[in-house]
């Protein structure tokens, strides 16, 4: 018996059940006598308050360049909170019954996830009265769960307009899978070429895997086009270092003959040659508002907001410049 169900079954929601389960005020009588009704009726009794000590960050896989910018920003307000971080990995093709209930066997204060929670995952935590926070989720999620993001329509849209701004009329752009967050990017993209009176053209978004390897593929094919784009934006900054690679091999110079765009901002792009302009993900920040926001549900308090986006902005660099005149 999960909170989760019992606040599906009275028509409430989850915190509204953990103020009553808690004694808290800010219920009226009828639905408290409602709820602890259903409680009764299921059985149900709270877990137990030896938590642990800890925050529990959770990365699918811990590959990814900007890792250290989010443990950075969960460390830097763990800190301050007197908390100890845990960085645990899943692991994309474990049994998530297995790896979920080794976190619940630690009974971490609350739960930072990193991309992705399942539905189950999330009820199991739940029932355990594990609090957690989805940090840049990739799938859509119910109103009731709490994430921190970022501005990705608003962030696609600057990078765009930086290039048509530039005078750029054939603007590629190497697009992310089918996630929200991706889809955003590319909607921005689409925006800003509306509002800049240039057609969109399905040849020029490709859609592809996050890597450099998939952006290298991409933009060898745009790029080896007799009507090539002047410039292309990417859905991330290591499918750049792919057009990177890809317009290099072609003999192509970034950004005399091609102008990148990338988006995250993580690190590394500052020393390329040359420095990669890129849409600032402000991840640190990010991690930072998540574990706050964690924190402030593993105390039970009441939240303004279950979801947070924090606003992306452009780093402009030496990787973009007017098309060359032909």
């Not at 530039?166 to 509306?194: E, K, N, Q, T, W």
């Not at 998939?214 to 933009?219: D, L, P």
Request: proline letters at 6%; charged letters at 25%; aromatic letters at 6%.
């Amino acid at each position: 018996m999960t909170i989760a169900y019992i606040a599906e079954s009275a028509g409430v929601s989850v915190p509204t059940v953990s103020k009553v389960l808690n004694g808290r005020s800010g219920v009226s009588e009828e639905t408290r006598a409602r709820v602890e009704q259903l409680i009764h009726q299921y059985g149900y009794r709270k877990p137990p308050k030896n938590r642990s000590n800890l925050v529990e960050l959770v990365f699918r896989e811990l590959e990814s360049m900007w890792a250290v910018e989010i443990i950075r920003g969960v460390e830097r307000v763990a800190r301050r909170s007197g908390v100890g971080v845990l960085v645990s990995e899943f692991g994309l093709h474990d049994t998530a019954a297995r790896t979920i209930d080794d976190t619940v066997g630690r009974r971490p204060r609350c739960v930072l996830s990193v991309a992705q929670l399942s539905e189950t995952e999330r009820e199991q935590l739940t029932a355990k009265g594990i609090p957690f926070v989805v940090f840049d989720p990739i799938d859509e999620l119910p109103d009731d769960v709490p994430f921190v993001g970022a501005t990705n329509w608003r962030g696609g849209q600057a990078a765009t307009r930086h290039l048509t701004a530039l005078g750029h009329r054939r603007i590629a752009m190497i697009a992310g899978p089918d996630h929200p967050f991706c889809r955003a990017r590319l909607s921005g993209y689409v925006s800003a070429l509306v509002e800049a009176g240039l057609p969109t053209e399905p040849d020029l978004m490709v859609k592809t895997l996050l890597t450099r390897e998939h952006g290298y593929a991409a933009a060898r094919e745009l790029l080896s086009r007799p009507d090539r784009p002047t410039a292309v934006f990417t859905a991330n900054d290591m499918q750049a270092l792919g057009v990177y690679q890809a317009a290099r091999e072609l003999g192509l110079r970034i950004p005399h003959d091609l102008s990148v765009v990338g988006f995250d901002d993580v690190p590394v792009v500052a020393w390329m040659d040359p420095p990669l302009t890129t849409v600032h993900q402000p991840l640190t920040e990010m991690a930072a508002a998540a574990t706050e926001l964690a924190l402030a549900l593993g105390r039970g308090e009441d939240v303004s907001q279950l979801g947070l986006e924090i606003a992306t902005t452009l780093t402009v660099r030496e990787s973009t410049a007017p098309p060359k005149e032909e």
